[in-house]
C-alpha cells in the first residue's frame, strides 16, 4: 500500500481527473519548478505540448483551459467558478498569463498549447512536455509529465511518490490475497486494517472526520445535480436529466418492488451531470466515474435499515482498500485501460464498500469487488465528441446498480469463488493492454465514431 485514501478521494473540478484535474496539477507543478529554481523573472514564453489521449479530447475534457490554470498557479481542490472565469478569460481578451509571483507573459491557449494527437510519450497515454524559453529564446526549463489517472501526476523518468511513513503502516498489504490472509489471522476486518493505517498520518478521529467531510461533499455534488436544469456545455448540446427524473421520482406513488433502482440511477447521473458541466465532484477514483461510488452509498444510507455514520466510514475505508489494489497493481487511467479502469473499478470498490457497510466478511466484500470488476471487463472508453458525457453519464448509473448486485450475490454465498480479486484484477490490466489505442479515451472509435458519422449523413 502506497497510497492514502486522502488521496483516491479528493475535491476537484469536472469534467476529468486525468484530463483536467491532472494538467492543472502538472503545469501548476512547472510553474512551482520554474520558482524553485529562481527562473520566473527571466521568463518570456511558454509552450505545452499535449499527446495521445490529451491532445485528442483535449478541449471536450477541459485539458487546456486547466494548464492554462495551472500554469496561473490555480489548485483543483479550491478552485471556483469564478476564479476559473476570471483567469481564462483575461488570457482570452489580453493574450498575456501572469505566472504565480512574476510578471504577464505573452500566452495564447490557441499557439502555445499545442495539441500531437497522433503522438505519445513514451511512458503513458496521457503524456504532458512543459518548456519555459528566456528572453533570446533559451531554453530554461522542460519538464515531461503524465496523468496517470485518478488525478496523480508523474515526472517523466520518475516512479510516483508513496506518502511520507508509507513503509511503516501496521497493516501493509500489496494484493487482495495479502489483505484476506491479514484478516484470517488476526480478526481484523478491512475497514479497520485501512483505519489504522490511515492513522499513521493523522490520529484515528480525523480520519473518521476526513471521511464523513468528503461524504458530504459528494452528497453536495449530488444535491447540486438534482435541482439544476438546462443544457450541458459542449457540441452535442445534451439537455440535464437528472433534475426532471427526481422530479418524477418524488411524486411516484409507493409500491414499485425497484423504485430503489430508479433513485440510485439519478443519484450517480446527478454527480456526471455536474462533473460535464465543470462543477466540483470528488475523484472516486477519477472523475469521469465519480457518480458510482456516491449512488450507492446514498442507496445505504436510504435503503438499507440500520444504516449510520459507521456503516459510512466501513464502506469507504473498504472501498479504499480495493481502490488502492487497482491503483498500484493496475491501472484507473481510461487512456491507459479502457473505461474498465474507470467505471469499472468504481464499481469493484462500491461493491466491497456496500458489503462493509452491511456487516459482511472480508471474503465477502473481496468477492464482491471481483464481481463488480468480471462484469466490466474489456469496456471501451468511446466518449462522443470527446465529452465527459455520452456514454459516461448513463454509465455510471449501470455501474452503481451492478455494484448493489455484486454485493448481494457475494452476501447471499458463503462459500469461496473460483475467480479471485487479484485475478481479475490481472486480467483487467491484460485486456486494456491488449485493447486497441482507439478504444482508450481518443474518441477515434465505438460510440464516438458511429454516433457522429450519423449526425454528419443526416
Not at 469564478?82 to 500566452?107: D, K, Q, W
Not at 490490466?429 to 481518443?442: I, P, V
Amino acid at each position: 500500500m502506497k497510497t492514502s485514501i486522502f488521496d483516491l478521494f479528493k475535491p476537484g473540478i469536472g469534467p476529468s481527473s486525468s484530463h483536467t484535474t491532472g494538467p492543472m496539477r502538472a503545469a501548476r507543478a512547472f510553474a512551482a519548478e520554474l520558482e524553485s529554481k529562481g527562473l520566473l523573472m527571466e521568463v518570456t514564453a511558454i509552450r505545452v505540448e499535449l499527446y495521445g489521449s490529451l491532445a485528442l479530447t483535449g478541449f471536450g475534457h477541459g485539458t487546456v483551459r486547466a494548464v492554462t490554470l495551472g500554469l496561473a498557479g490555480v489548485r483543483p481542490e479550491t478552485a471556483t467558478a469564478g476564479e476559473i472565469e476570471l483567469i481564462t478569460n483575461s488570457v482570452a481578451a489580453s493574450g498575456r498569463l501572469a505566472l504565480p509571483g512574476a510578471r504577464e507573459i505573452p500566452f495564447s491557449e490557441a499557439e502555445d498549447i499545442v495539441l500531437l494527437g497522433d503522438r505519445v510519450l513514451p511512458e503513458h497515454a496521457n503524456g504532458m512536455r512543459f518548456l519555459a524559453r528566456g528572453a533570446e529564446g533559451e531554453e530554461l526549463l522542460q519538464a515531461d509529465f503524465y496523468s496517470i489517472g485518478g488525478g496523480f501526476i508523474v515526472r517523466g523518468g520518475e516512479e510516483p511518490v508513496a506518502a511520507a511513513g508509507m513503509a511503516h503502516l501496521p497493516h501493509p498489504f500489496s494484493s487482495a490475497d495479502e489483505l484476506l490472509q491479514h484478516a484470517a489471522e488476526t480478526g481484523v476486518p478491512i475497514w479497520r486494517m485501512m483505519l489504522e493505517n490511515e492513522s499513521v498520518f493523522r490520529d484515528a478521529a480525523s480520519v473518521r472526520s476526513g471521511v464523513l467531510a468528503l461524504w458530504q461533499e459528494m452528497k453536495s455534488c449530488m444535491e447540486r445535480g438534482l435541482e439544476a436544469q438546462g443544457t450541458l456545455p459542449g457540441s452535442l448540446k445534451l439537455p440535464r436529466r437528472a433534475a426532471r427524473l427526481y422530479a418524477k421520482l418524488k411524486v411516484r406513488p409507493h409500491g414499485d418492488p425497484l423504485a430503489a433502482m430508479d433513485w440510485v440511477n439519478v443519484y450517480a447521473m446527478a454527480v456526471n451531470e455536474e462533473n460535464a458541466a465543470g462543477g466540483r465532484v470528488v475523484t472516486a477514483p477519477t472523475n469521469g466515474a465519480a457518480g458510482v461510488f456516491p449512488a450507492v452509498l446514498r442507496y445505504y444510507e436510504e435503503f438499507i435499515d440500520g444504516a449510520d455514520d459507521e456503516g459510512v466510514i466501513r464502506f469507504f475505508l473498504t472501498a479504499g482498500a480495493i481502490g488502492i489494489l487497482y491503483k498500484e497493481n493496475a491501472s484507473i487511467s481510461g487512456a491507459e485501460v479502457g473505461c474498465q479502469g474507470e467505471v469499472g473499478v468504481a464499481c469493484s470498490m462500491a461493491a466491497a464498500g456496500l458489503v462493509a457497510a452491511m456487516g459482511g466478511s472480508a471474503e465477502q466484500a473481496e468477492k464482491a469487488a471481483e464481481i463488480g470488476m468480471e462484469h466490466h471487463l474489456g469496456m471501451t472508453c468511446d466518449p462522443i465528441a470527446g465529452l465527459v458525457q455520452i456514454p459516461c453519464i448513463e454509465r455510471n448509473a449501470i455501474g452503481a446498480v451492478k455494484a448493489i448486485n455484486a454485493a448481494r450475490l457475494a452476501m447471499q454465498e458463503a462459500d469461496g469463488h473460483t475467480v479471485s480479486l487479484d485475478q481479475v484484477i490481472r486480467t483487467m490490466f491484460e485486456t486494456g493492454k491488449d485493447m486497441q489505442a482507439r478504444y482508450k479515451e481518443t474518441s477515434l472509435g465505438g460510440l464516438a465514431v458511429h454516433v457522429i458519422n450519423r449526425a454528419t449523413i443526416r
